[in-house]
């Protein structure tokens, strides 16, 4: 069974940064790109960003780009995004997905992390 | 970006009945579309991939169809598990999101 469990979510001001953490379990890591995809309180999806397989390429919306970084551990089956410069418009549920094998859609989810950006 | 629009922004509708969502797109993305369903407290679950292949463990009431800028996802015959909120969502060019159909009893 294919399961993803997010942590990392906090309260913080901003300007500040959080580090978000996906660790995987029920199939093999390292054979498929990974991603985040947001929600904020009573709205709907948006993604965030896409890393492949190895961790070589990277892909971000342009309401992230330069402040967001996505990488990803495969010994420990383990992603990150890494926040920095954190906006009030940035709190949102943080949803790891697990894209598909050949096609990439989000294939699986996790229940999520919430970041909360207040002063 | 593509932008994607959703039809109805609410649907209401009883179980047993059947249920048409509509996805537009602002330029073509082929057939790159995926439905996903949201129940309340739930993360999102995908449904559709390719406009018309269901997902692994997906009942067979869920349908999808389309291609180019028109979409549709269809539930033959709805369950009481089935009402929340439903997205669609393009590969094409980049990743984009729908702003949601909203399936209420």
């Known amino acids: 069974e294919v399961r993803l469990l997010e942590s990392g979510g906090g309260v913080v001001q901003p300007g500040e940064s959080l580090r978000l953490s996906c660790a995987g379990s029920?199939?093999?890591?390292?054979?498929?790109?990974m991603s985040w995809v947001r929600q904020a309180p009573g709205k709907g999806l948006e993604w965030v960003s896409t890393?492949?397989?190895?961790?070589?390429?990277?892909y971000y919306a342009e309401s992230v780009k330069g402040r967001f970084t996505i990488s990803r551990d495969n010994s420990k089956n383990t992603v990150f995004l890494q926040m920095n410069t954190l906006r009030v418009e940035d709190t949102a549920r943080y949803y790891c997905?697990?894209?598909?094998?050949?096609?990439?859609?989000?294939?699986?989810w996790g229940q999520g992390t919430l970041a909360t950006v207040s002063s | 970006e593509v932008v994607l629009t959703q039809s109805p922004a609410t649907l209401s509708l009883s179980p047993g009945e059947r249920a048409t969502l509509s996805c537009r797109a602002s330029?073509?993305?082929?057939?790159?579309l995926a439905w996903y369903q949201q129940t309340p407290g739930q993360a999102p679950r995908l449904l559709i991939y390719?406009?018309?292949h269901r997902a692994t463990g997906i009942p067979s009431r869920f349908s999808g169809s389309g291609s180019g800028t028109d979409f549709t996802l269809t539930i033959s015959s709805l369950e009481p598990e089935d009402f929340g909120v439903y997205y669609c969502?393009?590969?094409?060019?980049?990743?984009?999101f729908g702003p949601g159909t909203r399936l209420e009893i």
């Open positions: 969502q393009q590969r094409d060019n980049s990743w984009t």
């Open positions: 330029q073509t993305v082929n057939t790159y």
């Open positions: 390719d406009a018309s």
């Open positions: 029920g199939f093999t890591f390292d054979k498929y790109a």
């Open positions: 890393l492949s397989r190895s961790g070589a390429a990277t």
């Open positions: 997905a697990r894209m598909g094998a050949t096609r990439w859609d989000f294939e699986y």
